[in-house]
């Protein structure tokens, strides 16, 4: 007859559910596999499957009895390691959607809108086109794989301990806030210059010519002149995304390798 004690329940909880708990937090909110799209169901069979392939490689896990506080405070700990590794994840995907915006706001094309069925909320076309490219670059340059590998590796520069980051490192991380919306001003700044220069044509034409009807000939030229900026700017993405990648990705090692 199988018995089990309480240190045997304890070890199961420490060997498995710790770096469930990690592992979960992370697909919960990375791009593509934290999105509405994917069932909660399909993601908790993926961290399944995850956790009992990387929970036998990596170091022994702390010994807390199973019910305890202590247990309590590990989880939402590696809850919290998981989150914030899938979020900055996801910054990168939203600076291109917050780009998007500003391009569409300054062009008139604001006004153009679809439901995200991703985020279930009504979004701009020009910012959900871009979420599609990004989308499938982040696909096509194994971003997904990456992902993985830096979580698997963060096993074993973070052990589950009681120990995570410090303030400073917490203070980085919000700064990555700061980061993306520079980032989105960086890729708009072409279209948003190149729009202030049609207004100000637009401008001087009306100083030039007072019954000139700037609304009715202005609104249709910015908007065109916002399609061929876009259009434009549309071999740009693939390097501008790989390029915040890499820096994305290398804020992550130097967080993970120095906890």
């Not at 590796?153 to 400073?168: G, H, I, K, L, R």
């Amino acid at each position: 007859m199988l018995e089990l004690d309480a240190v045997q329940i304890s070890g199961w909880v420490s060997q498995y559910v710790f770096p469930f708990a990690r592992i979960t937090g992370c697909l919960a909110v990375m791009p593509l596999l934290g999105s509405q799209l994917i069932s909660r169901r399909i993601r908790i069979m993926l961290a399944f499957m995850m956790t009992l392939v990387i929970a036998p490689i990596i170091p022994e896990q702390p010994k807390v009895d199973a019910l305890s506080f202590a247990a309590l405070v590990i989880i939402a700990q590696q809850l919290l390691i998981g989150i914030v590794l899938g979020f900055l994840v996801e910054i990168v995907t939203q600076v291109f959607v917050l780009a998007g915006q500003m391009i569409a706001m300054q062009t008139g094309l604001g006004i153009a809108t679809t439901v995200d069925p991703a985020q279930g909320a009504s979004v701009v076309v020009v910012s959900q086109w871009f979420l599609f490219m990004v989308s499938l670059i982040f696909l096509s340059l194994n971003g997904h794989l990456l992902v993985i590998e830096i979580l698997a590796d963060s096993f074993f520069t973070m052990p589950v301990s009681d120990v995570s980051w410090n303030a400073a490192q917490f203070d980085a991380i919000v700064k990555w806030g700061g980061w993306m919306f520079a980032s989105a001003l960086l890729i708009s700044l072409p279209a948003l210059t190149s729009l202030l220069i049609v207004n100000l044509a637009f401008g001087v034409m009306t100083r030039a010519a007072p019954q000139l009807n700037i609304f009715a000939l202005g609104f249709p030229v910015t908007m065109m002149v916002g399609l061929v900026i876009i259009w434009l700017n549309m071999g740009s993405i693939a390097t501008s995304y790989q390029f915040f990648l890499e820096q994305l990705f290398e804020f992550l090692r130097k967080m993970i390798l120095s906890p």
